[in-house]
């Protein structure tokens, strides 16, 4: 621990704000979603989940997001930050999309009769967490590893075109084939205080991803660090 | 720009020599293709209406797995003789590299399809020789190609080799498969209703063809 | 080989700060070299030295860590494809193909590095390299020794101004390794800037007026061939290879 006080105190208080932050954030969140909100009408207590379950996928899509600006910034100009932004951006986003699925999965239980159905979004979602696996897998397979890193970048890049575009052609492809037992999660009409405590939720999500890559990031250092001394020692 | 031209086509036309003498990329695919077809229809025990139902699908997963393997072969061969980097040391843009072996690989894949295509036909009973099956499947071939030959120049300098390819190539081609899937659907069943596919597929292809081609330059250096 | 663009004052070939790392391993280490026209260069160095890694990034065939490169003026960085029409490689591969002949060989990497009348060019390198006889068949019906003539007649059907030249005595008898000297030393074509990696020092002073010693990435000891101290070339060679770990 030595270590990381000499690589910057400051950094070290910023990352204390912002656990203190995620913490009461998350029991602040929790009180709303299962104390502040009411119980939905149609749905029940299950409908609590989407509450987890949109602040997740939203985490996801901006950390893709900054893995495809962090991408692109490297191919211009390498350097080792941008790539362990990119990753650390990347492990966090497969978590999210983990937790997109599962409670995606949770609440169409009760309310489909099933725990997966190949709605456009649940496709999409599933091919957007194998891009990503395969983009953190990717570097282990290439010897090299300023190679690994640029290869990474590329689909990292290709990845989040690819998106939006797989997401199209699942909702066209599956305009031919309606899915009967598909209910709508949002009427128009949810209660204002559902409205804020989804915008909330959204906000604290923000601040976890922002916590964990930080602490990722900070592993990375250690390990180098590590890695460095055991050079010298040498 | 004409020095430009010559290298792309003097990489298409050394890729066919090479494969001409060697020919085991195309006995390859083609073997494999036609296995396909015919372990498909045993497997899945097809007669009647379902023919025509997963037809198409059938075929394009015979198409896209035969292709993975050639195009995933077309550049470790490079790379196993050291000719790549052969390539690599002349002054050519890398853009113009990446159209020479696309090019010569949407040959090999068409050459594939020439004879997978009227097997189809014959065993499956689906009129898939009309010209507008034949244009979806230039243009599914087109798309399968782009992001096949840069990932596959990707595949080649990894310790996975062929594993590697699939993982990348499948996930980020799904746009493809299922616009070439449904539209050969409805040429073969005369459906004009639905998506406008034949449009969906050519703005992939434009869309993975521009990507491919500003990246293929980092997939392919040292 | 004339060129314009470049004063005579240049150098040819300028290396400044060159490094090149595979993970913790450093092949080539904060690397500075200058070549003049027509200058020759012998890298000398105990296996993993970093030689191949050195010809390499000069080739721009691998991206250098660190450090920039110069060749005729142009930065291997900003205009690599200025760089790689200058240069002539030979390396450990041949970067033939094996289906096809010496000749379609020659002829593929002319029209790729758009040489001018083409034909008549690969005809005087098939009879430079002493291959002609044998120009229609298959490059895998070749020994390895023909085949690395090959390779050398491939490194010049664009007239390069600089040949980087690893371990080209690879395979070579007697006869032919007169015809190398007589290629690298300027007397069978015109002179030309070379730099070459051996493991033999007689052919390393035979060919060129410089040798250096390369270990652990790094330029331990330079001399003139004509000027050479062997004690202390020896002493560099084996101290430092010695200590590698
Ligand atoms: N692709 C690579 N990946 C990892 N390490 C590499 C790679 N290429 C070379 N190295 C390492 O770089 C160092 C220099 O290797 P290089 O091939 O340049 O040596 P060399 O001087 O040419 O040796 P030799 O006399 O055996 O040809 C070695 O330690 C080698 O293990
Ligand atoms: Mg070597």
Redesign the interface.
Known sequence: MALSKNAGGARRWVDDVLGVATLIGMVVALWLIFIYTPVELVQGAVQKVFYIHLASIWNAYLSFFIVFVASILY?RRPSAAKDRLARAWAEIGVVFTTITLISGAIWGKPIWGTYWSWDPRLTTTL?LW??YV?YL??RG???????GR??A???G???F??VP??H???R??R??HPDPIVARAEGPDLPMSMWYTVLYCIVVFTVLALFLVRQRLHIDELRETL?DLR?TA? | MKLTLQQVLAIVQKDLTVEMRARDLLVLMLTFAVLSLVIFYLALDLWGPVVQRVGPGLLWLTITFAAMLGMGRTFVREYERGTLAGLLLAPIDRGALFIGKLVANLLFLFTMEAVTLPMFALLFGLPVLRPSVLLITALGTLGLAI?GT?FSA?AA????REA?LP??LL??T??II??AV?ATSNAISGAAD??P?LG?LIA?DV?FLT??YL?FE??IE? | MGDSETSGMDPIVAVQGLTKR???QTALDQLDLCLDRNERLAVLGPNGAGKTTLIAVLATLV?P?AGTLRVMGYDSAAAPNEVRRHIGVVAHQTYLYEELSARENLQFFGRLHGVQDLEARVETLLKLVDIYPRRHEPIANLSRGMQQRVALARALVHDPDVLLLDEPDTGLDQAHLALLASLVQGRAIPARTVILTTHNLERALELCGRVAVLAQGRLVYQAASAALDRAALHDAYHRLAGAA?
């Open positions: 191919l091919l194998i891009i395969v897998m990717l397979f290439v010897g090299d590893p300023e190679r640029r290869y970048a590329i689909v890049i290709i990845g075109i690819d575009i797989v199209m052609s699942v066209w492809w305009t031919l890695l050079m040498r | 992001l840069i990707m300098h990894s310790r996975a590697l993982l990348l996930p980020t799904v746009p299922i616009g449904q639905g998506p596919w969906l992939f869309i990507l491919a990246l980092y997939a040292g | 595979y993970g913790a991206r860590s770990p």
